[in-house]
């Protein structure tokens, strides 16, 4: 059997949905403190550049020591940040975890280095995906606060290892 849809049908329910998935993502992105300085047009268009992507418990979402493409934003789940302990490259140690309304991966982004630590997905999680060219024409004004997030994640290292990795920018 054969189904049809005429023109209209087909657009209001394209709309809807793109509109849906917009106001998810406005409403998400609401609760990430660096996005506080942009405009609300500006949130909105990081909102419709957002890609959803799932992950089962375990999953590798990042792996320290790729090169970056993407940052992150927890819809739904919890995310476990490690990194390979200095001594013992076999071994990773947690750093931390984040909750829904958190982001990661943002460091190698901002940095211009490789990825600093691995992310894996705790049971079942969803994110929202922000890849590096949406990142530098969206987020440019958050680049300056982002950078002063390196050294709360330096600190963060010196709790776990003892000492600071040194993360600023690279050229």
Same mark, same amino acid.
């Given at each position: 059997?054969?189904?049809?849809? %005429?023109?209209?049908?087909?657009?209001?329910?394209?709309?809807?949905? $793109?509109?849906?998935?917009?106001?998810?993502? /406005?409403?998400?992105?609401?609760?990430?403190?660096?996005?506080?300085?942009?405009?609300?047009?500006?949130?909105?268009?990081?909102?419709?550049?957002?890609?959803?992507?799932?992950?089962? %418990?375990?999953?590798?979402?990042?792996?320290?020591?790729?090169?970056?493409?993407?940052?992150?934003?927890?819809?739904?789940?919890?995310?476990?940040?490690?990194?390979?302990? @200095? %001594?013992?490259?076999?071994?990773?140690?947690?750093?931390?975890?984040?909750?829904?309304?958190?982001?990661?991966?943002?460091? $190698?982004?901002?940095?211009?280095?490789?990825? $600093? $630590?691995?992310?894996?997905?705790?049971? @079942?999680?969803?994110?929202?995906?922000? %890849?590096? +060219?949406?990142?530098?024409? &969206?987020?440019?004004?958050?680049? /300056? &606060?982002?950078?002063?997030?390196?050294? &709360?994640?330096?600190?963060?290292? +010196?709790?776990?290892?003892?000492?600071? &990795? +040194?993360?600023?920018?690279?050229?």
């Amino acid at each position: 059997s054969l189904w049809a849809l %005429d023109r209209q049908t087909f657009r209001r329910i394209l709309l809807k949905n $793109a509109y849906k998935k917009r106001k998810m993502y /406005e409403t998400l992105l609401d609760g990430v403190p660096m996005l506080k300085t942009l405009e609300p047009f500006e949130r909105m268009k990081v909102a419709d550049a957002l890609m959803t992507q799932s992950f089962e %418990d375990g999953e590798v979402i990042i792996r320290q020591g790729d090169s970056a493409d993407c940052m992150y934003f927890i819809e739904e789940g919890v995310v476990r940040i490690a990194m390979k302990n @200095k %001594d013992d490259p076999d071994k990773e140690l947690e750093v931390t975890r984040c909750k829904q309304g958190d982001y990661f991966g943002e460091l $190698a982004l901002v940095t211009n280095n490789p990825r $600093a $630590a691995s992310a894996y997905a705790v049971g @079942k999680t969803k994110v929202a995906r922000l %890849d590096v +060219h949406a990142f530098e024409r &969206l987020l440019g004004p958050c680049k /300056e &606060l982002m950078k002063r997030n390196i050294e &709360l994640y330096e600190e963060q290292i +010196h709790e776990v290892f003892g000492s600071k &990795l +040194h993360l600023q920018e690279t050229q």
